[in-house]
């Protein structure tokens, strides 16, 4: 009997350069964008691993550190109604 077991292939871990792309800071001009990613790292804001002396990441703890941070804005629609609403209450 010949059981076939398939090993799930471990996620993909990101290098720092990676991390840079990932978030656009080689595009930002900053002349040293890695010290940014170790700067979020010593201060808790972004998950990592150390493999030997390396910091690793996963995708999905980059995704994390967008989704904590992201500014959610009010449709400009609804932004007028609630403008236009306390404009009422305060002439009254």
Same mark, same amino acid.
């Given at each position: ?15 720092? &350069?990676? =991390? ?8 930002? +001009? ?13 201060? +808790?804001? #972004?998950?990592?691993?150390?493999? +030997? ?10 995704? &994390? #550190? ?8 009010? #449709?400009?629609?609804?932004?007028? =109604? ?11």
């Amino acid at each position: 009997m010949s059981t076939k077991t398939k090993l799930k292939a471990p996620n993909r871990l990101l290098t720092s &350069e990676d =991390a840079v792309s990932f978030f656009g800071l080689d595009r930002q +001009g900053l002349s040293q964008p890695t010290e940014a990613i170790r700067w979020l790292c010593r201060t +808790g804001r #972004l998950r990592f691993t150390k493999v +030997g002396r390396y910091l690793r990441f996963r995708p999905e703890w980059l995704e &994390e #550190l967008i989704e904590r941070n992201a500014v959610i804005r009010d #449709l400009p629609s609804s932004r007028c =109604a609630q403008t236009s609403a306390v404009q009422r209450r305060d002439l009254h």
